[in-house]
């Protein structure tokens, strides 16, 4: 028996409501609409002072600015961007990331604004879990679990999600 398309559409909230609850696809800040999607970190080699971490920041009625982050893995966490420029790596650390209204930044591997988690504990491992606190200029603070994935494997789930 064929389903009907309103059968579909009355289970997508429920299945996406789910998703959210258990902090899998999103995590909601507030009541101004702020979403923060895919927080994840790339795995390190085993004795690397420094990794990454990434997060989808969507904001939504109000600009949002991203001012710091902190994370028990690592003794301090910089938000940074990195670009090529004559075939050359630059790295520099930024004091914010401003996101304006309505507007998502899309953090990824590979190039662009990213967590640095600079002075790790331990290796990052796939599978791993960890926490990380996102400082806002005109909200609360948020924690979210990220989780160490390989690179191409969140960008994949990330365009899965429509995102």
């Given at each position: 028996?064929?389903?009907?398309?309103?059968?579909r559409?009355?289970?997508?909230?429920?299945l996406?409501?789910?998703?959210?609850?258990?902090?899998?696809?999103?995590?909601?800040?507030g009541?101004?609409?702020?979403?923060?999607?895919?927080?994840?970190?790339?795995?390190?080699?085993?004795?690397?002072p420094?990794?990454?971490?990434?997060?989808?920041?969507t904001?939504?009625?109000?600009?949002?600015?991203?001012?710091g982050?902190s994370?028990?893995?690592s003794e301090?966490?910089?938000?940074?961007?990195?670009?090529?420029e004559?075939?050359?790596?630059?790295?520099?650390r930024?004091?914010?990331l401003?996101?304006?209204?309505?507007?998502t930044?899309?953090?990824r591997?590979?190039?662009?604004?990213?967590l640095?988690?600079?002075?790790l504990?331990?290796?990052?491992?796939v599978?791993?879990?960890?926490?990380?606190?996102?400082e806002?200029?005109?909200?609360?603070?948020?924690?979210?679990?990220v989780?160490?994935?390989e690179?191409?494997?969140?960008?994949?789930a990330?365009?899965?999600?429509?995102h």
């Open positions: 028996m064929p389903r009907s398309p309103s059968l559409l009355s289970v997508l909230p429920l996406v409501s789910c998703l959210v609850a258990s902090g899998a696809l999103a995590r909601e800040a009541d101004t609409g702020l979403r923060l999607l895919h927080p994840f970190a790339t795995p390190t080699p085993p004795g690397a420094n990794g990454a971490a990434y997060i989808d920041i904001a939504g009625e109000e600009d949002v600015s991203l001012v982050a994370s028990s893995v301090v966490v910089e938000i940074h961007d990195m670009s090529m004559d075939g050359v790596m630059r790295m520099r930024l004091e914010r401003d996101v304006a209204a309505g507007e930044l899309m953090m591997p590979g190039g662009g604004e990213h640095m988690l600079i002075g504990e331990q290796s990052l491992q599978g791993d879990r960890f926490p990380i606190t996102l806002f200029a005109e909200r609360d603070s948020v924690t979210l679990e989780q160490v994935r690179a191409g494997e969140e960008g994949q990330a365009g899965q999600h429509g």
